[in-house]
């Protein structure tokens, strides 16, 4: 029960947090930070899923996803080099 109880101060130091920064940014500000987070986080799984493929089937999907800009949130095309050859 250790872990519901840290889980339901965790929310309520979220929910603190929020409000918090509702008054510091307004609504719309918040709103924007949630919707860049939820970005990077998408640009992460996308990263991560390329990674789950077999070296050969990831050259396309990287290159694609170098030419999207994607790679510009990491470190360039050395974060797409990276990938097509990591193991």
């Not at 509702?22 to 640009?43: C, K, N, P």
């Amino acid at each position: 029960m250790e872990w519901t109880r840290l889980s339901c101060q965790q929310l309520g130091v979220a929910r603190e947090g929020r409000e918090l920064a509702q008054g510091l940014a307004g609504r719309e500000g918040v709103d924007r930070a949630l919707a860049r987070i939820r970005s990077e986080q998408e640009r992460y799984r996308r990263r991560i899923a390329l990674l789950a493929r077999p070296r050969i089937k990831r050259v396309l999907p990287v290159l694609r996803t170098w030419m999207s800009g994607d790679y510009d949130y990491f470190a360039g095309w050395k974060s797409a080099a990276k990938d097509m050859i990591r193991r």
